[in-house]
Each structure stands twice: as C-alpha cells, then as structure tokens.
C-alpha cells in the first residue's frame, strides 16, 4: 500500500510539471485533494474490515461460551447418572451380603456401617475428583476463548482509534495537505498492519478453540471413565472386605451358601 500511495503521488507530480503553471497549480491541488480523498477511504475500509473481523470472532466466542456450557452441563448429568447406578449396584450387593450373615451382633452391624461410610466417602471423593477432572478441561479451552475475547475486543478498541486520529489529522492540519497527507499515510499503515495480524491470529485462535471442543467430549470421557472404573474396583474390595466383619464360621457358612 506505501507504493501505491507513492506511485499516485509521483503521477501527479509528472502531470503536474508537464502544464502550464496555472493549470499546474489546479492540477496540483485536484490530485492531492484526490489523493487525501483515496487515502481517508483506505483508512474507512480499513477500519470496517478490522471491525467486521473483530465482531465476527466475538460471534465465534459466543458460540464456544454456549458450547462449553453445553459440555459441562452434559458431562456432570451423564456422570451422576451413571455414578447413582453404580452406588445403587454396590448398595444392593452389600445388603445382599450382609443378609446372608447370620447371628449378626452388633459388632458385625457396626463393622458393616464401617465399610458402609467408607463406600460412601468413596461415592463422594469419586464424584470430586471427576468434576475436577472435567472442569481442568473445560478451564484449558475456557482461557483459550477469553483470549480469543480480548483480543477481538482490543482490536474494536484500535478501529476506533484509528478513526479519532483519522479525523485528528484533518482537524489538526488545516489548510496544509502534505501535512495531512503524511498523517493520513501513517494511520493507514498502522491500521493495515493491525488488520493483518488480527486477522491472521484470530483465524488461528478459532481453529485451536475448534479443535478443542471437537476433542472435549473425548477428554470428558476419560476424566469420568476412569474414577468409575476406579470407584467400582475399590467398592468391590469392600464389598469382599465386609465378610470379614462376621465370625469365621458364619462368613464359612456363607460361601457355602453361594456356592
């Protein structure tokens, strides 16, 4: 764009030098008018493209907001609901052992309330370290989309900026079009490189975010996935740990009984 402004700027001057005075002077005074004119436009188009860039990467935002809302949400149910069958299958397993106990004191009641908190800490501590899990995940991606967020925000910031000192340039320099036209060619280039670069990073920051929430549901399976696995492996161990809270004929009896 800096040899465009520069090639229009020897043009004019070539056309100029070739009149008559007079007419070198309208003509003069025409192409720069013109090339104010072409320069303050360039900046307008400039500004417009980096705000319609910016407002359409704070749409995209929206959309991940809802979609990670959307993730949490349906992750935490899926997990209390497969969590609430697990304690239900472990609940009734343990009631159906300590049924077959017999002369159950209260030693062996209280042994059995022992492991009975023991199954529900577990519960509890499963359910924690799951949601700790999810929310680690969804927190990684969160950061993504709230950096994507202000930098979008701080490019409509520049845009207008950009469109106060546009504005400056024109107010400050009455009367003097050089003046005016170097400061018009100064904003240009700012607002150009900034138009570039924002561009070229909030495409990239969508494509990772995208990416991201793509892989989420995968990674929200293996948070929950593997405390269940690992809730049912130990609750299984207390389920065979209660045996021993009766008498070593009783617990004989019982694995008679199941045989």
Known sequence: MRFCLIFLFVIGACTVLAS??????LVRQRRQTDILDNTRRLIE?????????????????????????????LVREKFLEDLQRLKERITETIQTVVDKITGSGLAVKECVNSFRDNAAALFN??????MDCADDRIAEISIQV?????????????ADAALSEMKKCIDDNPGSIFSVGSCLGRVALKTEAKSVVFVTQSAI????????????????????GTHLVSAGLATTKIIFEIGGCSASSVFSNLIGNSV
Not at 47 to 66: C, Q
Not at 205 to 224: H, K, Q
Request: some cysteine.
């Open 20 to 25: 008559p005075p007079e007419e070198r002077s």
């Open 125 to 130: 501590e499963t359910l924690t370290k799951s």
């Open 146 to 158: 709230q950096n994507l967020k202000n930098y979008s925000e701080e490019a409509l910031t520049f």
């Open 205 to 224: 920051s969508i494509g990772r975010v995208n990416l991201a929430l793509t892989t989420l549901p995968a990674a929200l399976e293996v948070c929950v």
């Open 45 to 73: 188009d400039l500004i417009a493209n980096l705000r319609s860039a910016a407002e359409d990467a704070l749409e995209a935002v929206k959309i991940f907001e809802s979609g990670l809302l959307e993730q949490a949400k």
